[in-house]
């Protein structure tokens, strides 16, 4: 489960639209923004080097921060982020204002295992992942980095549902009033059939009955 484990130091910035947004960026930083949980929305700004290092780490949006504005220390989960789509570099964040006892709505990560023992697999199947991520609702203080689907025992065309996975506690899919396929062994394109067992060879024919007689004609 992900814990508090990230520490990050920002500053309150000006707000005023694009321009102020512009402005920031030209000193080196990354505007974001702190909101939820009942109060109003902070404008922060960020070190650019470190939210870029941090965005492209990997597991981003599950990770707590605690994000100390000027001396006030907040605990916030990411929530989205945009970049720059010729750079690819950070342009602004989302954090999303935790609280104890809250519950929140997160992508949780679906970790595979025992490919190497599936049959299907084995056999020359392709594992075919319907979802990457489950979206499930979580407390805010435990949330999953991920859950495991085990794949073990399933042959070509056998499916992975949710019900089959164990969930963490007190997590619980937002979509609970159905059994979703996660993943599927697809069979490989060469697979044939095997070929039906041969029909039974037809009875022999019965011998044909000899015409009777025709009697002699009478004198």
Known sequence: MSKVVKQLKA???????????RAVRRQGLIP????????????ISLDHKTAQTLIFAGHFLTTQFEIDVDGAKT???PRDYQLDPVKDT???????RLKAGQQIRVDVPVHFINGET??????????????????????????????TADLAGLDINDSLHIS?????????????DR?????????????????????????????AKAAPAKAAPKK
């Open 11 to 21: 500053s309150t910035r000006p707000t005023g639209g694009k321009g102020a947004a």
């Open 164 to 176: 089959a996975v164990k969930l963490p506690e007190n997590c619980k899919p937002l979509i609970a």
């Open 90 to 96: 950070p342009l602004h964040i989302d954090f999303l």
């Open 118 to 147: 599936s049959p299907g697999i084995k056999r020359g199947g392709t594992l075919n992942i319907v979802r990457h991520t489950v979206e499930m609702l979580v407390p805010a203080d435990n949330i999953p980095d991920g859950i």
């Open 179 to 207: 059994d979703f396929t996660i993943a599927t062994i697809a069979a490989p394109s060469g697979l044939k059939d095997e070929p039906a067992p041969a029909a039974a060879a037809a009875p022999a024919a019965a011998p």
């Open 32 to 43: 974001a923004v702190i909101y939820g949980a009942g109060e109003a929305p902070v404008a």
């Open 75 to 77: 605990r916030v989960l």
